[in-house]
């Protein structure tokens, strides 16, 4: 009996143990509330990013905007943001049009300006109707790490 109990501990031990360095943290994706877009009755947007934290090891920050159906065609210029300090984090957007979702964009790292710590960004997405501009719509707060 007292044998039988202790291969029991130790194979529950085991199991759990494993499943520890088994199952490693996932990164998780992030979609923002639904923000509604001024000048366009009904019309709300939101923006999903891939991760809400970016290590020293990612390449990319992966990015779309969607709409509830209820905007027509919007034309985007997507860029990134930090909300400590600098405005603009390189010289690099994504534009185009949609009326439903954006493909995913990618803004790579190595296009973009260097973090010295660990910052808060956000993606920037300006929407524009009829050539103008009726609002812009943000990601939820992503951290990125110190990059070398």
Known sequence: M???????????????AGSTFICS??????????QT???IK?????????ATTYTRKATSIDVYAQTNGKCGT???RMGVTTLDGEY??????HKGSFSNKTPVKKFYFSKLLKPTFKERWQVNVELYK????KDAVQSKTIYVEKRK
């Open 130 to 133: 009829g050539g103008k501009m």
């Open 74 to 76: 919007l034309n985007y």
């Open 88 to 93: 603009n984090i390189g010289n690099f957007s």
């Open 25 to 34: 943290p996932k990164a998780e994706a992030a979609m923002s509330s639904w």
């Open 42 to 50: 009904g019309c709300e947007a939101r923006v999903w990013t891939d």
């Open 2 to 16: 007292k044998k039988t109990s202790k291969i029991l501990m130790g194979a529950s031990a085991l199991l759990i």
């Open 37 to 39: 877009v001024q000048g």
